[in-house]
């Protein structure tokens, strides 16, 4: 080798001598699992084999200061021919702030997709959290093609501006490309990248609860943060929102997966402009005056344009749902006008704390609203079934006390403070927010007492939602218990035992079949016991809906053909269709089971 092949050689070894060292790095700290409990993507459910989750470390890679949560939706490893799997991408909406997640409109839509599809292994993996936004929703998209999917829905837009990586948070120094933003997260999936960023900064501190940090995060954030309409920034929000959201898109049409995009609803009625920005203040003022006029067209216009003025943006501005009606002109994109929906069920008035808690997030009623009309699109565009359940699901107040104490609590919490509350003293804040809790401690109900418990002590939400189980029982008080035994399932969706506690605590009293009709239906879509749905065929019965009733036994044969109980309840339906052969048929085999 001559010298100046060999001066080559060493050149090329010495540039190429830290990528080397880089890669090794890497490849040492993976095999030592460093940090492999907030990498991992997925979950295995302990005790469980064969389901999987979301890991609920995962979304810490997004935030140091608070850890969002993720809804406990548990999915099987192994889809079958059975398995119809809907995955939703969203922020603190799509989680269902400021309730649990079981009450968002993910659980909204997945109840009536039991129904619709009785039998069918459903599964509605949400995976909405607080604080994120499209770039969450970019990095999540390769995750969510792994477990392959039905259909996803989309319902995210609000947090462009100041949610993780948001043009108005992002470091003024820092460049506005979505190139950027989308550089940080690819060279967070680097292990070596997790270990120099311990080093140098810490470990990631999630001591404080998620929906305190989401109030601490906005009190924080706002205070220097006003964004013009149309200024650099402003531009950047949306235009980052509609290049992560296109490759989104595209990622999932790629893969033959049908997206359902909604489009983005908040209080236009009731929510002032959260910044002093004078044309956002006009617009409110005269929207208000409009509107006691009787001119509700005029007064919706500027309800609207007093909140796209508004510099403080913590609401979408109109031209986010201009993007996503553009991103729905896609083949293999439907859009679910949420628009629409709220302003048909706030009529004649104009959305405002009718549908809303605050200034975006729904009420219960609204996200069931919400669940209805993406059912509906699904049901149009994907399922195109007529074999369904008649289950009336429009019942708003069904939420469980405590978690409606809880959500109070939230709600006051974020009103009293800034943006909302503007003269807020920041040192007082923590002393107003213990006096609303003794308050609410020494009320005398039960949900609050609870709730109290739940922010103020260890006791975690699973264990309040028993003891409120345990004590309505005690206290004969049967609608309180069934109530919180529907949100307690959500926690225990493996626990047979429990399920069957809940349906035949009052399945003896017609009284309680609107409930429990739709406790037999969570546990019967769960589980492969009949039971459940031999109880829903009951409740059915009484309801005055044999057909139903008929389709919900369809079920309980596939799983015990030779069923007493399912033979009896068949005839019961046959003889009030008026099949009277049928009926006699099968009463004549429920009797010689009997002898």
């Known amino acids: 080798m001559n010298e100046q092949l060999k001066k080559i050689t060493f050149s090329a070894l010495l540039f190429l001598l830290p990528f080397v060292l880089i890669v090794l790095t890497e490849s040492v700290l993976r095999a030592a699992n460093f940090a492999g409990e907030r990498r991992a993507p997925f979950k295995k459910v302990e005790n469980e084999p064969g389901w999987t989750g979301f890991n609920p470390e995962y979304p810490g890679r997004y935030f140091r200061g608070f850890l969002p949560a993720l809804g406990f939706t548990p999915f099987r490893e192994e889809p079958s021919t059975r398995t119809f799997r809907v995955v939703v991408l969203g922020g603190s909406s799509a989680a269902g702030f400021p309730y649990q997640w079981y009450h968002g409109f993910p659980t909204a839509l997945e109840k009536r997709l039991m129904a619709t599809m009785p039998g069918r292994h459903l599964e509605v993996i949400n995976l909405g959290m607080t604080a994120v936004n499209s770039y969450t929703l970019w990095d999540l998209t390769r995750h969510v093609l792994a477990i392959q999917p039905n259909a996803v829905v989309v319902y995210a837009g609000h947090n462009e501006f100041y949610g993780a990586l948001g043009a108005g948070t992002t470091p003024g120094f820092a460049p506005k490309g979505v190139w950027f933003g989308r550089l940080q997260l690819l060279l967070k999936r680097s292990v070596l990248y997790l270990a120099l960023e311990q080093l140098i900064i810490g470990p990631p501190d999630y001591g404080l609860d998620p929906a305190a940090n989401e109030r601490t995060l906005m009190a924080r954030v706002v205070q220097n943060a006003g964004i013009e309409q149309g200024d650099r920034i402003y531009r950047a929000g949306l235009r980052q929102f509609e290049r992560n959201m296109r490759d989104v898109v595209d990622q999932l049409r790629g893969n033959d997966i049908p997206v359902f995009m909604g489009t983005l609803v908040s209080n236009l009625a009731d929510q002032p402009p959260l910044s002093e920005a004078p044309g956002a203040t006009a617009a409110y003022q005269a929207a208000g005056r409009a509107l006691a006029d009787g001119d509700t067209l005029r007064a919706r216009t500027l309800f609207v344009e007093a909140r796209d003025l508004d510099t403080i943006r913590f609401r979408a501005p109109s031209a986010v749902n201009d993007i996503i009606r553009s991103l729905a002109d896609m083949p293999g994109v439907t859009l679910v006008d949420m628009e629409r929906v709220f ?49 009336a699901w429009q019942r708003p107040f069904e939420i469980d006390p405590v978690s409606q104490s809880q959500a109070s609590i939230l709600i006051d919490r974020l009103l009293s403070d800034y943006p909302f509350n503007k003269n807020v003293d920041p040192d007082e804040t923590g002393a107003a927010y213990a006096e609303q809790l003794r308050i609410r401690r020494s009320s005398g109900r039960l949900a609050d007492s609870l709730a109290v418990q739940i922010m103020m002590s ?116 046959r003889l009030a269709l008026g099949d009277t052969l049928g009926a006699q048929q099968d009463f004549n085999a429920y009797r010689q089971q009997r002898q």
Not at 459 to 485: C, G, K, M, N, P
Not at 519 to 545: C, E, G, M, Y
């Open 343 to 391: 302003d048909r069920a706030a009529a004649p008035a104009i959305p405002g704390y009718n549908l809303f808690t605050d200034h975006l997030h729904p009420t219960a009623n609204g996200y069931d609203l919400m669940g209805e009309a993406f059912h509906r699109a699904l049901q149009r565009e994907v399922l195109r079934a007529n074999d369904t359940l008649s289950i």
């Open 458 to 573: 260890p006791l975690s939400t699973q264990e309040a939602l028993y003891e409120a189980v345990r004590i309505s029982r005690e206290r004969a008080d049967t609608l309180a218990a069934l109530r919180h035994f529907g949100s307690l399932l959500h926690w225990q969706p493996f626990n047979k035992a429990l399920m069957r506690d809940a349906v035949d605590l009052a399945l003896g009293s017609p009284a309680w079949d609107p409930h429990v009709e739709k406790l037999a239906l969570h546990s019967a879509s769960r589980t492969d016991d009949p039971h459940f749905w031999n109880a829903l065929a009951v409740t059915q019965l009484r309801l005055k809906r044999p057909a139903s009733a008929l389709r919900a036994l369809v079920e309980a044969e596939r799983l015990e053909p030779a069923s007493g109980v399912m033979l009896y309840n068949r005839a019961r339906a």
